[in-house]
């Protein structure tokens, strides 16, 4: 049975004293709080360890950004899998679209991450989404079935356990473009259609597939209502805990 996720994706922000005042604000404004939810924060990784400090004692979990392909070597600023699991984490985010634009993370570098991560028994929160030129030339179904085929389609039903999807409509996010709710929906449909084509309906019911186009307080509960949307990879709202807090309510 898939759960509904909503997760705070902190990107590059907050130090460390910012990382612990935000997440104890966070644990007081959720406490008591009736939700069969997952609640996960994602802090830039020299912060992991503290964050994973801090939420003792509370639902939220702790993932990582991102990660490397390598077990170990010359790769200088970079974090590997054994590294995570090392501190305890259990999660982690790829092929966010800002890896994907401004790091030119790729299908096939993805396919190598996302074999790293599972030898490592690392959930991914796998991302993925289209351009605003693939929206508005109708190619928007197109890129997202190849990007889930070129990367998770050769992985078994075993491997899927371990997989939670992640639609972000990137032409959907400071463009001044405004995705639907029923947009939303439909491409959620979409993709959980592809997947029940390739390893059948059971497994396409049992995975989470999180909305991350700019989710609000405003929003989030007319999203999170489609039957397709699994809650949510939140940004921006997330680094606030009375706007996070309002979009875990609201599924």
Known sequence: M???????????NNNAEETQQLINNLKIAIEGLNTEARVIIAPTFVNLSLAQNAVNNSIIEVSAQNMHQAKNGAFTGEISGSMLTS???????????????YFGEDDAMLTEKVKAALENDLEIVFCFGELLEDRKSDNHFNVVESQLKNVLFDLTATEWKNIVLAYEPVWAIGTGETAS??????????????????YGAELANDVSILYGGSVKPN?????????????????????????FTAIIKAI
């Open 181 to 198: 709710p029923e947009q939303a929906q439909e491409m959620h449909a979409f993709i959980r259609s592809l997947i029940a084509d390739k």
């Open 87 to 101: 501190i305890g984490i259990k999660t982690v985010i790829l092929g966010h679209s800002e890896r994907r634009t």
């Open 219 to 243: 929003n989030a509960e007319e999203i999170f209502s489609k039957e397709d949307v699994d809650g949510g990879l939140i940004g921006g709202a997330s680094l606030k805990a009375e706007d």
């Open 2 to 12: 898939r759960k509904n996720i909503v997760a705070g994706n902190w990107k590059m």
